[in-house]
């Protein structure tokens, strides 16, 4: 219920969701076994970080600034502990719920709150080795929320420097998990971007991490971002044996072992995955055929993807000169709108009505284009 409300609520509710500032509760930390503290960390910049992933940090993670030879006071460190470790990993579940139900772009500037208390409570805290371990995971892995939401959102450079973030926490967390799931992301914005090179390097680089996690999907996903590298790059055989590895990994099952953060990935993504690859090499019947698919195969509450789905069907039947099939499906997708706010997927679905407006005689697209015109300007 509150994923599917806290929209109409405002910022206020909106923070209640994800996290800010809301304790946990005794009975959500008791038993945890967190030692008394033991110890400060301070977290360097992302200079550890690949340079191909460095960028300029965006303010959401900005502090006051510091001028040499001139330090400011230093507060008294803060005790960290179970309760606020909690916090930062419930605001990563809670972050990706509501993602998946509507988008990023309502959540973006808001998540961000959550991350820079997370990265305070990481310089300036003072806690055990077991609380350290996990508040630098939870930490990174907010990082990478907070940089998917951005991607999604259109802020490309932003997501870029929220990964570096994250890679530089994995690197020295020497947390596998961790770097796995940066390389990820990392491999999908580069690919949105128009780096296929950069995609291809850090999908292999996730997968060279993942080996050591016994995670089948895993190495299953990291192998369809490496499948959409090489399909940008036309390189349709290296494309197709990556497609083969990564069904054939993905056929193994889930695991225990698989991280939480995959809980999206299954038989629709995997489908809606590949067909962004057909979509690339300019196949358009397999591409379209996968992305109904996908649709078809979507779970219910998975909202936003839904919409992409049908955004990226879209876009396929109007590569295949389907002008009727093309706003048919335009047409499904932007009657979600009002459910979904993702400025990626309203990109995609103005680059199809552009396309599209030349042929406004058919009478699909005439509607099609009124209902989208309606939708954009509401």
């Not at 076994?33 to 970080?49: D, H, K, N, Q, W």
């Not at 990174?140 to 940089?147: D, H, K, R, Y």
């Not at 083969?244 to 991280?259: H, I, K, Q, V």
């Not at 590569?319 to 499904?332: I, N």
């Amino acid at each position: 219920m509150r994923r599917r409300t806290f929209l109409a609520g405002g910022s206020t509710a909106l923070a209640t969701v994800i996290g800010i500032d809301r304790p946990a509760s005794a009975a959500q930390v008791a038993g945890a076994g967190f030692g008394p503290a033991v110890g400060r960390s301070a977290l360097p910049g992302a200079e550890f970080a690949a340079p191909s992933l460095l960028g300029t940090a965006p303010s959401l993670l900005g502090t006051e600034p510091v001028v040499p030879g001139r330090p400011g006071p230093v507060p008294p460190p803060r005790k960290v502990g179970a309760a606020e470790v909690f916090g930062v990993e419930q605001a990563v579940r809670d972050i990706r719920l509501a993602d998946d139900a509507h988008g990023a772009d309502a959540l973006y500037e808001l998540a961000g709150q959550s991350l820079r208390n997370a990265y305070l409570l990481l310089n300036e805290g003072e806690y055990s080795a077991e609380t350290e371990r996990r508040l630098q995971s939870g930490a990174g892995e907010l990082a990478i929320s907070v940089g998917w939401l951005a991607h999604d959102s259109n802020r490309l450079g932003d997501a870029r420097s929220f990964y570096a973030e994250a890679l530089a926490t994995a690197r020295m967390a020497g947390d596998p998990a961790l770097e796995a799931h940066v390389f990820c992301n990392s491999a999908f914005l580069a690919r949105d971007a128009g780096r296929p090179r950069e995609a291809l390097r850090a999908a292999q680089a996730g997968q060279c991490a993942a080996r050591e996690l016994d995670s089948a999907r895993l190495l299953a996903l990291l192998a369809m971002r490496e499948a959409g590298a090489w399909a940008v790059l036309r390189d349709r055989s290296a494309c197709e044996r990556a497609i083969g590895r990564a069904y054939s990994l993905f056929d193994r099952g889930p695991s225990e072992t698989d991280p939480e953060w995959m809980s999206f990935f299954g038989e629709a993504e995997i489908a809606g995955l590949q067909s962004q690859c057909w979509s690339a090499l300019e196949d358009w019947d397999r591409a379209s055929d996968q992305a109904a698919l996908a649709i078809a195969l979507q779970e219910p509450h998975f909202v936003r993807n839904r919409v992409l789905y049908t955004a990226e069907l879209a876009h396929d039947r109007l590569g295949r000169g389907d002008l009727a099939g093309a706003a048919h499906h335009g047409s499904a997708a932007v009657a979600l709108f009002g459910e979904v706010r993702s400025a990626r997927i309203r990109s995609m679905l103005a680059d199809t009505a552009g396309r599209l407006r030349p042929h406004v005689a058919v009478p699909e697209v005439r509607r099609f284009l009124i209902g989208y015109e309606r939708a954009a300007a509401a």
